[in-house]
Structure formats: C-alpha cells, structure tokens
C-alpha cells in the first residue's frame, strides 16, 4: 500500500505492471483499488488490464518466455493510497526445492509498516540471512507449520550518498533461501550439461577448419576462442530449461548463435578435443551473490575455467572485445561455482586486476611556433581494460578508411583544438596478455593565446577534476554519513590511474613561469605533477594513482579535504604562463 503525496508520483503509480513466465508460474491479482485515507474507495479495479508479450530488443536480442500484465489506474492523485495484492505461483521449478527471495526494510522511500511472513511446514527451516536489522523476527509454531514474521513500523528513507559502499550497515534486508549446498547447484548444472559436450562429425571438420594454420597449440586455443567470442553470434535464451541447460555443442556450430552457457559448452568441448581441461563455470556478473544462500537464482551468467601449465585462466566467451587472458571487469572479482563433468564444484573468486597499477600512458613530444600553435608525435600504451577497449575498436571491428580518418581526428584535436591527424600506427599485443600502442602526428593545434608579451600555454592531458564545491556541499549535507566510503569511485572521479609526460619545445628566448610541483598522497590515492624547463624544452609530467577498499563513515573529512586538494591542484596547474622572448 502505497501513498501518493506528490504530483510527480501520479504517472509512476497510476500504471501498474507485474510480469510471470507462463509455463512455471501463475499470476494472480487479487486486488487493485485507491482509496483515500478515511478508507473511501475511489475505485475498485484498473480501468484498463491486459496480458502481452514481452518483445525481444533487436540490439541485444533476448528469447524469453515471459509475459506481462499492465493496468491502468484512475482517481490516482496527490493524497490518495494505491492499495494492491498479487500472487506469484512457482508451479514447476526448474531446480526442485529451490526458491530464494529477498525483502528490502528500507526499500529507499520512507515505509510506515513492513512486515515480511514466512509461513513453511514446521519440517522445512529454510536457510535466513539477515542484514542490519534493528528488530527481532517473532516466530510461531502451530499445526505443523512454523511461520516467522519480520515486522518493523515507521522506517526512515535512507538518503543516498556520494562514493556509498555497497557492503554497509545501513541497508536492513532479509534474504530466505532454500537448505541446499553449493555442492547440490553444481550437481545440478553438471546433470543438465553432461551430454552437451559430444563431439559430432560436423564439429570435427569445424575444428580442423580452425586451428589448420596454427603453429602451436596456444595458436590453436586463440583461435577456437575467436571463433567463439566473435564468429558465434550472442543471443540470450531463456526459453523451457534453455534459461539453465545449455543447448549441445553441434547445435550451436549448426544455428551459429547461443548464449553464455551455450558459448562455454562450445569451447569447453572443443577444448576437451584438443587434449585441454575446461570447466564451466557459474557466476553473478556484477552483481554479487549471498554465499550463506545457495539457489541457482543466484547466477546470471556462465563463463568457462581453462587449465594451462601456468596455471587456471578464466574466460567470458561472450566478451568478443576481451583478449584471451583477460576477464570483462563486471567478472573480476566474483564468487564463482567451477563445476566439473562429475558434478564435483569448487567455490572460488575469480581473479580482479589491480587497480592500483598504471594501465595509460600517454608521451607527447612537440614543438611550439611562435603563434602559438604545436605540432607533436604522441604516443599512447594501454593495457587492462582501457587497451582492451582500443583492441574493440581497430581490431575487432576493423574500421574503414573513413572511421580511421574519424577516429584520428578526435585523437588529434583531444591533444589541442584544431589539430589535424597524420600517421595513424598501432600495435596489438592483448592477445598475449600485453599492451595496446597507438602513435600518431599531431598537426597545427592551437596550443597557447598570445596576449602581448607573454602566451598562455594549455597543457593538453591535465585531467582536472572541476569545481568540487556542489559535490563537497553534497557531501557536507549528509552529516553524520552512514554509509562507508567506497575508496575505488574516489579514485575515478579523481582522474583514474595515469601517466602522460609532454616535452614541448619553445621558440627560442620563451621562458616558461614554472607552477610548484604538486605531490598528494593519502588513502585515496596519488597526484603527482613536475614541471621543467632545460634549455628550451618544456616538461611536464603528471601520474596518478588510485586506492581501492573501503573506509568507515568517519572518513568524511578526509575525503572532503582529498578532494579539494586535487581539485586546487589541478585548477592552479591547468596553464603555464609564457614569457615571450625577442
């Protein structure tokens, strides 16, 4: 039941929609009505109620099987209370006896009462994981039944805050799960996959087709994984048991589309043909998974576990713009089921790339003439996710002359307005787990304003974080802060992780008025900024570096005084003033 107190919430309430997938579940309404607060009913049913597919967007073509009810609502109005009930059936679980369902206390908006039944036969104790709750659940048992109820009244909105850690002790939430093991999901899944990995004639000629010009027998594993990731085209199915059971190696060559699981029991079966251990492996992508909670609702996404002498890799099949070695970020760091063919599974975290390390730098090396404008070779290294991008952008999708022409021209004139590019290179070695190298000319770019005896030069890669002022002001406003302060978005907002060094030479007499060199550091990160001037040759340098964890609440202040810091920094280094000569 809810009040509508404001006219902006009339839209969001006076349309209603409740989706069901029609061959597991059942949707009931039982009611829907507004009322005013003295109990007037005002109506009693929606106006309009109808059941329609949901449609598969043809950018990112998604196959399920779902259906949803829409009702539309009339008399809804600032003052009165949509009051609704619905039903949800599971009347034929794809896992038997699993279920899992969460219940948000403080859901974002402030709540009068939540109360949370949970009504089981007396034999059934289902698996609890509570969250910052600040009351006790009242449990009855009766009739062979035991029902638990969560009952809290009056329950604040909780304001969101700048840079807020999603481990906190702010969010009251109640999670209920089924008593199963993690062991038992794996199980499961390997039950369902265990006849998919067959090999047919049809994928033996297709794999002879792909490793027939490879030299080695990394050669060959690259390239069945381009073949996957890039050849085999990604649809999401959910259709029957096609959300959790992967279609057959040979019927995904056949139709050449399938979805992460169906990617992964591809190359897993190819790679068993090549003599190589492969696991499927089961995860959350981006999300995060309550590990007290075994469910198979739990994951979202398949990805495959690669057995090589070094040691195990990791692989997202459906990440065509990742090189092999590499993990999306979404996957990093996640808790991760590696289930094998006998059902035997191993819990596990997938491995995260340290943000901490430098993954971009950028060498500008040019001169300037004496109306101020600048010519300069640069040149870009790039590894993690950042060489990754490049990597989707000139090797995978291997631009035309014409987008390489567009490409160029937004490189060149993000180095100085109106510079024109020339002699566009780069390397690619992320296949291997190195860097992405990009160089490139410079032309003609407008680099410093004249203004009588001195010029004003911009320094071309000085990410400067701004007026912090609206932010700081957020931040100060929500005093005593609640929630933790998550160290990693401090640090992008801060700039990223970076090293970029410009060596300018200046017309001859120019003497450049030299800012002092900046040097931060503390537990959000580090700014360093160096200027030179040796001869005519200008030189500038700037590195950051950011933190990752989480910081208590208390932290407010040093994370108010970091940002100020770095923004002063950068704001006073944004130019350098120079001294014109004869």
């Not at 029609?22 to 005002?42: Q, S």
């Not at 079966?269 to 492969?278: E, V």
């Not at 800012?515 to 959000?524: E, H």
């Amino acid at each position: 039941m809810v009040q509508v107190l404001k006219e902006d919430a009339v839209e969001r309430w006076a349309e209603f929609s409740f989706s069901y997938e029609p061959r597991h579940e059942r949707l009931t309404v039982n009611w829907v009505r507004v009322v005013k607060p003295d109990g007037t009913v005002l109506s009693d049913k929606a106006g309009i109620a109808q059941d329609a597919d949901v449609p598969a967007p043809m950018n990112d073509p998604v196959y399920v099987e779902q259906k949803v009810r829409r009702m539309s609502l009339a008399n809804v109005r600032p003052g009165t209370l949509v009051d609704y009930s619905y039903t949800v059936e599971e009347l034929k679980p794809f896992r038997t006896g699993d279920f899992f369902a969460p219940w948000r206390v403080n859901p974002g908006t402030l709540v009068r009462r939540s109360r949370l039944m949970l009504d089981t036969p007396a034999s059934l104790v289902p698996r609890v994981a509570e969250r910052n709750l600040n009351f006790k659940p009242v449990t009855v048992v009766a009739n062979g039944r035991r029902v638990v109820t969560w009952a809290a009244q009056d329950v604040p909105r909780i304001e969101p805050e700048p840079f807020a850690s999603d481990s906190n002790g702010v969010d009251m939430r109640i999670d209920v799960g089924a008593p199963a093991a993690w062991r038992e999901i794996g199980a499961w899944y390997a039950g369902l996959a265990r006849d998919r990995y067959a090999m047919t004639p049809a994928l033996e000629r297709k794999l002879a087709s792909l490793v027939a010009g490879a030299r080695t027998l990394d050669d060959s594993i690259k390239a069945v994984h381009r073949y996957v990731t890039r050849d085999v085209r990604y649809v999401a199915i959910s259709l029957r048991m096609g959300g959790y059971q992967p279609h057959a190696a040979a019927e995904v060559v056949a139709t050449g589309y399938g979805d992460c699981k169906d990617k992964a029991t591809l190359f897993i079966a190819l790679m068993k043909r090549m003599g190589i251990t492969a696991f499927p492996v089961l995860l959350s992508a981006g999300g995060s998974v309550e590990r007290a909670l075994p469910t198979i609702s739990a994951f979202n996404h398949a990805i495959a576990a690669v057995e090589r002498p070094a040691g195990r890799l990791f692989v997202d099949l459906t990440a065509s713009d990742v090189p092999w070695g590499s993990l999306p970020e979404p996957d990093q760091g996640q808790f991760v089921l590696v289930i094998r063919p006998d059902g035997r599974t191993e819990e596990t975290i997938t491995p995260e790339s340290d943000r901490s390390e430098i993954h971009n730098r950028v060498t500008i090396a040019g001169s300037l003439d004496t109306a101020g404008f600048a010519g300069a070779r640069v040149d870009m290294i790039m590894d993690g996710a950042l060489g990754d991008a490049y990597h989707s952008i000139l090797v995978n999708s291997q631009p035309d002359s014409t987008s390489l022409a567009q490409f160029l021209r937004r490189l060149a004139s993000g180095i100085y307005p109106e510079s024109e590019g020339d002699s566009l290179q780069f390397s690619d070695e992320t296949d291997r787990g190195g860097e992405f190298r990009i160089g490139f000319l410079a032309r003609s770019g407008r680099a410093a304003q004249l203004a009588g005896p001195v010029a004003v030069l911009a320094l071309p890669f000085l990410r400067r974080l701004g007026d912090v002022k609206p932010l700081v002001a957020e931040l100060q406003a929500h005093r005593p802060r609640r929630f933790p302060i998550d160290v990693a978005e401090v640090a992008g907002a801060s700039g990223g992780n970076g090293e970029s060094r410009l060596q300018l030479e200046l017309p001859e007499g120019w003497q450049a008025e030299l800012p002092k060199n900046v040097a931060l550091s503390g537990a959000f990160g580090e700014v360093n900024l160096t200027y030179a001037q040796t001869g005519r040759v200008l030189t500038v340098t700037e590195r950051r570096v950011g933190r990752r964890g989480v910081l208590p609440p208390e932290r407010l202040d040093d994370l108010v005084a970091w940002l100020e810091q770095v923004s002063a920094a950068t704001r006073e280094s944004a130019s350098i003033v120079l001294r014109r000569g004869p």
